[in-house]
């Protein structure tokens, strides 16, 4: 009759690789999970961005502002800055315009004495509403959806 023992030998090793492999498991999961995180986590692409009192915005100026965002991609994170004017034409009708260029993404910057935004890189020229007058842009410039809130403008920033 054959025995179906086993060894003191046998049983240990088999122990050993058990216990070894249940305490690889727990701790490498949480590892794993750590390193996999940040590839797995999405930013939104829309927030709202404050820009001030109203009162900082002079009627019939455009007014230049700027203001930065954090964009993570993976393990990799950038801050980026963005600007553009406000044109504030009474109390509470506004015009907010993105001051990059809609042909190669250059910074525009107003001209007061010509009362236009010029573009450095390819000389196009845009009214104060941000229109196209001459140049290669192929539209306007780009509004950024705006809110007030009691005295307090925003613009709601969306990304891409």
Known sequence: MA????SRRDFVKVTTAALGSIMTVAMGIPVIGYLIDPALKTESGEAWIPLGP???????TPTAFS?????????????NSYGGFVIRESDTDLVVLSSVCT????????????????????GAHFTAEGEVIDGPPPRP???????????ALSIL????
């Open 67 to 79: 203001f930065t965002r954090s964009n993570i991609n993976g393990w990799e994170k950038t801050v």
């Open 141 to 151: 410039l780009d509004e950024f959806e705006y809110r007030i809130e009691g005295d």
């Open 103 to 122: 042909h190669l993404g250059c910074t525009v910057y107003w001209l007061e004495d010509k009362q236009q935004y010029e573009c450095p890189c390819h």
């Open 54 to 60: 109203l009162e900082n915005f002079p009627i019939g």
């Open 3 to 6: 025995s179906n023992r086993i």
């Open 157 to 160: 920033f969306k990304k891409g």
